[in-house]
């Protein structure tokens, strides 16, 4: 029996772009759906091995024909986003390079081909199998022709086959009467409209007793009297649009396909060609996996005597690995073993039942690498004092995997984790930091090509779940870490990035672990308290509404809102949506002098968010035993480098509004200690002189000169000392808005001017400081030309949005390419700044811990004896972290309580 495999080209792509986060190749390409669209494809070639092949794509007019007979067929379809539109054309030159057959006919959808080639070439010889997540397929089905939906559970992809029996016993009709059943009850996605008031149970009961709608119309016709008076009527009332619903939803069997099912021959697609695209996006695992490394430019293999199912690639050692690694040696005890200078680690933990922890986890086991022995060991239930006396030692380089989360759960084993030489997340972050996914999983199917959850034994249900027998899949996990570690040590060396990352990044772990082990100390009575005036306050505010509105009804429903507003009310009204009235913030500033109910809810809004967000909010994570918030700090999340603070954000604490800076009276230093802060003084602002070399900016700072007063001057032509408030306010937002790629538009909104003022202040600043001008236009070029740019430090960013066929992306990568450089320096002089601090405080035996840091802000909590020394040490670190052609500045104070600080 020969075997056709029909694929439906645009499901299965748009299926990958949605189920796999954004890659990229090395130039910069955007390469998710091209990757899942080949696994996907190759996973059913090697399942079905086809003797014909042939891929159907929807064609820009696919839709128009089903259009005409019906507007509103597939009407609120979304755009497809750019980031996948990109890679349409490029799978197709893949498959061309491949030798599989592809088509798109104006005015059939991909469905139709697909139709027309499984109804005309299945037969007792041939079978056909469509590949699809469209159940609309399922209406083909027969004794010959199948259909295979792609499903996905716990990370894995795996292929479900329906034939004529499943889907009887799961639909209750034959697939013929799928499209009855579609008539009836309509299609949501396709917009199909169907008959009102029936569902899938009503329509497939009708179904399963008349057949078909033609039957089921005689039967009413003849007024047979077991239909409710309801359904009838609506049947009777839609049956036009149930003839119509039928005949959009049936698959088309006459698409313009070739008659020879010869023309679909399948044939071996390895080949240079295939090779060469392969290496354009990057996708070693399929270059491997397929032993394209193997062939010369003119399509032979290196050497021709040896099969190609005998040449053995890095895929299959690196196969052989981890299937190797999931048998470990269990060992009780460190005693004579020699871990060398080195040694890999994963900590095996269980959810713990203490709800106090900081991290809560319980530590159960231990698996490690032995680069002396080239083992994979576990230890279970480690001793306390053996891990201490490993993990402390400073002589033994450490490698793992989100060591930060694992620093803070050691220390509250009262161990210190030391010599922290490698992390698996943050090397991939440095080498990617746009891709925010770090999970084991994820880096290994980015960095290694490997599915995790295929060498798993089956028992495993959770990737991070730890059973008593888990030592097999913390071997996995540690072989995965060496693997990871091999490969981005390398790629970070030939990016020039190894310095960022040995030098900033790996010694910041640490101090961002204690920096979440010690937390802040918390006054909960006074957030208690403050929670209460803001009720009180929200309270009388909505009786003030309620009053103005002549009614009550619910402040917090978009609808009621928009309804009040702008019917009852008559406020001038915005469109109206599907949804109601818009009645966000912007519609609602723009009526604030319409009505005197407008600032009373935009109050009542703010107030209601500062209660539950930084009162309700905060509460719930002070840790009883403490009495200290414990916040995470991230390295890996941002992709300028800048370091970020969830559950919660203390990050975001109001910092401008006189009641939201209140929250900050909660946070008290310890009896004894007091805070001691120092914040840069405009430290992007000195990056962005430093780098664009622009000789008025240098001046200006080195002269100590008031920088948002001297671009006034010179932008608005204005004596430098006659510059009010407004005009170096507004300088100030011109001086900001550059180095974050404001647009005229958004600069205009910001200051409350026209555009074209706006688009004047621009012109007229990058006229005064020309060097700024050039450094910025040298950045968007040079970003074109490699597909990124990099800190001073050589941080990387990969900017792919400038080859975007969307002006608003590639606007958006002009914007990403002049000020990732001036953020991440920013962001990369913080760090160093961090780790400088850390180093001394310990070095000079300072009572003090760095306790928070808020972009360019750092806080210390200092014993009061050493609030002198400590105060000296964080302004010396910080002002002297890198040398620019310009002095950083920094304003040090100290107060008891954060609210204080200055």
Partial sequence: MKKLLLIDGNSIMNRAFYGIHLMTSNDGKYTNALYGFLSTMFSNMDEINPDYMLIAFDSKTAADVRKKQYDGYKKSRHKMPDELAEQMPEIKEILDAMNIKHIELPDFEGDDILGTAAKKFASDEVEAYILSGDRDLFQLIQSNIFVRIPKTSQGKTTTELYDEKRIEDEMGLAPKDLIELKALMGDSSDEIPGCKGVGPKTATTLLQKYKTIENLYDALEKGEDEFKPKLRDNLIENKDLIFLSRELGRIKLNANISDNIEDFKYTDWKNANVKKQFEKYSFKRFIEKYHLKELTDNGNYKNPFVDDNDIKSEEDTLDK???????????????????????????????????????????????????????????????????????????????????????????????????????????????????????????????????????????????????????????????????????????????????????????????????????????????????????????????????????????????????????????????????????????????????????????????????????????????????????????????????????????????????????????????????????????????????????????????????????????????????????????????????YGITSFGLAKQIGSTRKEAEEYIEKYFEKYSGIKNYMDNMVKSAQENGYVETLFGRRRYVPELKSSNYMMREFGKRVAMNTPIQGTAADIMKIAMNKVYEELEKENIDGKIVLQVHDELILEVNEKDKEKASKILKECMENAFELEIPLKVEVTTAKCWYDLK
């Fill in 321 to 739: 690995e981890l299937k190797n690694s999931l048998f470990v040696e269990n060992i009780s005890s460190f005693d004579n073993i020699n871990l060398g200078d080195k040694f890999i680690f994963y900590l095996d933990t269980k959810p713990s039942e203490d709800d106090e922890k900081i991290i809560k986890k319980d530590i159960i086991g231990i698996g490690f690498y032995n680069f002396n022995t080239g083992k994979i060991c576990y230890y279970k239930n480690p001793k306390n004092e053996e891990l201490k006396k490993i993990l402390e030692d400073k002589s033994i380089e450490k490698i793992g995997y989100n060591l930060s989360e694992d620093y803070v759960l050691l220390r509250e084993n009262n161990i210190k984790l030391e010599n922290i030489k490698y992390d698996a997340e943050v090397a991939c972050y440095d080498l990617n930091p746009t891709n925010v996914k770090h999970s084991l999983k994820e880096i290994a199917e980015q960095y290694l090509n490997i599915d995790i959850e295929e060498y798993l034994p089956e028992k495993q249900i959770n990737l991070f779940e730890s059973l008593d027998e888990g030592k097999n899949e913390v071997g996995l996990y540690v072989c995965i870490i060496k693997k990871i570690y091999e490969y981005t040590i390398e790629k970070l060396k030939k990016d020039n990035s190894i310095k960022l990352f040995d030098e900033i990044e790996m010694p910041l772990i640490k101090v961002l672990g204690d920096m979440q082990f010690e937390g802040m100390q918390v006054d909960k009575n006074e957030l208690v308290n403050f929670g209460t005036k803001l009720k009180q306050r929200i309270e009388k505010l909505t009786s003030e509404i309620y009053e103005l509105a002549g009614e009550e009804f619910n402040i917090n429903s978009t609808i009621q809102l928009g309804n009040i507003l702008f019917e009852k009310l008559g406020l001038p009204a915005p469109k109206k949506n599907k949804k109601g009235y818009s009645t966000d913030v912007k519609t609602l500033e723009k009526l604030y002098d319409k009505h005197p109910i407008i600032n009373k809810i935009l109050e009542y809004r703010g107030l209601v968010k500062l209660n539950s967000t930084y009162v309700e909010g905060l509460i719930p994570y002070i840790n009883k035993r403490t009495n200290r918030i414990h916040s995470y700090f991230h390295q890996t999340i941002t992709a300028t480098g800048r370091i970020s603070s969830t559950e919660p954000n203390l990050q975001n604490i109001p910092a401008r509004e006189e009641l939201g800076r209140q929250i900050k009276k909660a946070f008290i230093a310890k009896d004894g200690y007091t805070y001691v802060d120092a914040d840069y003084s405009q430290v992007e602002l000195r990056v962005l002189a430093h780098l664009s070399k622009d000789e008025n900016m240098i001046n200006a700072f080195k002269n100590d000169e008031d920088i948002h007063r001297q671009v006034a001057s010179r932008v608005f032509n204005i004596p430098f000392d006659k510059v009010t408030k407004q005009e170096r306010s507004r300088a100030k937002a011109v001086n900001f808005g550059i180095v």
